[in-house]
């Protein structure tokens, strides 16, 4: 069934410069690539993970060869989890909130009677590489024909992660969030831990192409499907053959990110809101109002620190407020009452 995102949802808290990788705390930055590749199912000699035992909403415990040498942020994964949503968890990665590590090809998936999950582990040791495969995935609210089939590659020694897209049906429109289709994900988390907010390393993948974005998300009681329009708008579910490649970099960290904005007050508001920014912005800085759909509403150049707008205009509602300086972008969830 449909569930909160990480739990109790996460809310979009900035889309930052698409020229590198942000994070609140240092973390081993992954390079994003796209490639294709012809898709192989597994074969009999596999480890079976999760059978068709009517499952929805499942995380599962399991274990792979104590001497497959793989680290995620540079420590050894010693435990493993899963769940249906396509996710891994590594050593107990935020299990409680429901974040996964590895977000692999993530939706909402159910079993529709033939689904399974296993793994097989090829190569040679030193550089073997780990499959796990799920197969013939149901979709919650899809249709009988709809199915997905995918892989979650893990490379021992070069710790490289690559997320493999099969066969599959999805009925069209089913993966646009703003007509309250599934949300599609594909990527990492890192500093699930951190209290108010986390890293996604997200590929944004939409009419066959797709884009390499990094965003920090603040957990609060709102719906992921609330910001998702802003994120992946017109999603769709990848193509047969398509490859989504993280390698870790050496030798580098993510830079510290802080937030432009100090607050907007009151939120929610009935007519006015005060946009209060940590520094004087830059020249040519900017904010808009948009609507989930993406329809900008409000658009103006500030030149303070503390900006007065109105909010007279706007229908009651949600809207994204979204601010813009020096190359860096920061956007906040809004409500007009």
Known sequence: MKRFFCAVG?????????????????????????????????????????????????????????????????????????????????????????????????????????????????????SRITKIEFRNMGFYNGTAADSANFQVWLYEGTDKIEYHAGPGHTTPGMFDPGNNGNVLLVGLTYNVHITDSLLLHTVRYRSGANTDTALVASRNNHLWEDIAPMVYDTAVYPANGAVFVFTPKTGTTLREVTSLISKVMPNPATDNITLQLKHMPLAGASVTISTLAGQQVVHRFITSARTDISLHALAKGVYLLSYVSGGQRETLKIIKQ
Do not use: E
């Open 10 to 126: 996460i809310l979009l808290h900035g889309v930052l410069a698409a020229t590198g990788l942000y994070a609140q705390t240092p973390a081993v930055p992954y390079q994003y690539a796209y490639s294709t590749s012809s898709y192989a199912n597994l074969g009999s000699n596999t480890t079976l993970i999760l059978g068709n035992t009517g499952w929805d909403d499942t995380l599962v415990h399991f274990s792979l060869p104590t001497d497959f040498n793989f680290k995620y942020q540079g420590a050894p994964v010693t435990n493993w989890a899963l769940d249906t949503y396509g996710g891994l968890f590594l050593n107990g990665f935020d299990t409680v909130f429901g974040t996964p590590a590895l977000l692999g090809i993530q939706s909402d998936y159910i079993d529709n009677g033939q689904s399974k999950i296993s793994y097989a582990l090829t190569g040679t040791p030193g």
